[in-house]
């Protein structure tokens, strides 16, 4: 069973959004080993200079790099600048990672800031769900959604229509 994981920059904050995120989590486990990797945001202040973003989202990028570099797994960095992908796409990719020999798929969320690019040139990806702008906390759950989806389509579940 391959393993899936969300890789993203600070906490749900209110509940709502964490149990969303619990539902689609307690769905999954039917399909793949799943799990969210919660690393710490860097606090900046509310009219940080452009170094100070830099090297926020670089200390961040230092948090994220033990899963980049794991044996085995294939990243996917999302990102206003990635390729939109359908549900269709989005399943027929974890498809074909499976077969490949992928054992693990991790996507990649950052702060506000974004990801630093030398996490979007570590992935193997970078895919966008929307060209619109979502607040971090609803795109994680919203990403969730689209993982069981994509499962739900390769199994041929009712969830999809």
Same mark, same amino acid.
């Given at each position: 069973?391959?393993?899936?994981?969300?890789?993203?920059?600070?906490?749900?904050?209110? #509940?709502?959004?964490?149990?969303?995120?619990? *539902?689609?989590?307690?769905?999954?486990?039917?399909?793949?080993?799943? #799990?969210?990797? *919660?690393?710490?945001?860097?606090?900046?202040? =509310?009219?940080?200079?452009?170094?100070?973003?830099?090297?926020?989202?670089?200390?961040?990028? /230092?948090? $994220?790099?033990?899963?980049?570099?794991?044996?085995?797994?294939?990243?996917?960095?999302?990102?206003?600048?990635?390729?939109?992908?359908?549900? /269709?796409?989005?399943?027929?990719?974890? =498809?074909?990672?499976?077969?490949?020999?992928?054992?693990?798929?991790?996507?990649?969320?950052? #702060?506000?800031?974004?990801?630093?690019?030398?996490?979007?040139?570590?992935?193997?990806?970078?895919?966008?769900?929307?060209? $619109?702008?979502?607040?971090? /906390?609803?795109?994680?759950? $919203?990403?969730? *959604?689209?993982?069981?989806?994509?499962?739900?389509?390769?199994?041929?579940?009712?969830?999809?229509?």
């Amino acid at each position: 069973m391959i393993r899936v994981n969300i890789i993203c920059v600070g906490r749900l904050k209110e #509940s709502y959004w964490r149990e969303a995120v619990a *539902e689609y989590a307690k769905r999954l486990g039917a399909y793949c080993n799943f #799990s969210i990797i *919660e690393l710490n945001e860097s606090r900046l202040n =509310d009219n940080p200079s452009d170094k100070l973003i830099t090297l926020a989202l670089e200390k961040e990028a /230092q948090a $994220m790099e033990k899963y980049l570099r794991a044996k085995g797994s294939y990243n996917l960095a999302l990102c206003i600048e990635g390729k939109p992908i359908s549900s /269709q796409q989005l399943s027929s990719r974890l =498809d074909t990672l499976s077969v490949e020999g992928y054992s693990s798929v991790n996507f990649y969320i950052g #702060s506000s800031y974004g990801l630093s690019d030398s996490v979007k040139r570590s992935c193997n990806a970078r895919i966008s769900m929307s060209p $619109m702008t979502f607040p971090h /906390q609803l795109a994680r759950v $919203m990403l969730c *959604e689209q993982i069981y989806r994509a499962f739900s389509i390769s199994a041929n579940g009712k969830y999809h229509k």
